[in-house]
Nanobody, 125 residues
Framework: QLQLVESGGGLVQPGGSLTLSCVTS????????VGWSRQAPGKEREGVSCISYSGRTTNYADSVKGRFTISRDNAKNTVYLQLNNLKPEDTAVYYC??????????????????WGQGTQVTVSS
């Protein structure tokens, strides 16, 4: 029953914007922190952001600080990632995942247990 579905990816020009959504089901989302990560072919998965259960605490990778914004609407079981001023290096499959509990893990790359299938973001150069 647990399901995470990402959407909102696509092809965008450098400097453009996209909004990614992660819709969850089968869990009470307000009990969990949620993270976003990305992976390009041949590269390791890179954590990009995390948001605590309440939304009061957020964390970002240095590469996306000032450009990406994570938010959540627990009533809608949805977490968002707003991508602004996109660069070609942002091209990847973006995944959302639930954490082990209410707070973000120490690392953006570990501490998550359930992942979605991902949505492709392509930034042309």
């Amino acid at each position: 029953q647990l399901q995470l579905v990402e959407s909102g990816g696509g092809l965008v020009q450098p400097g453009g914007s996209l909004t990614l959504s992660c819709v969850t089901s089968g869990l009470t989302l307000n009990n969990y922190a949620v993270g976003w990560s990305r992976q390009a072919p041949g590269k390791e998965r890179e954590g990009v952001s995390c948001i605590s259960y309440s939304g009061r605490t957020t964390n970002y990778a240095d590469s996306v600080k000032g450009r990406f914004t994570i938010s959540r609407d627990n009533a809608k079981n949805t977490v968002y990632l707003q991508l602004n001023n996109l660069k070609p290096e942002d091209t990847a499959v973006y995944y959302c995942a639930t954490s082990q509990g209410r707070y973000c893990p120490v690392s953006l790359e570990s501490g998550y247990n359930y992942w979605g299938q991902g949505t492709q973001v392509t930034v042309s150069s």
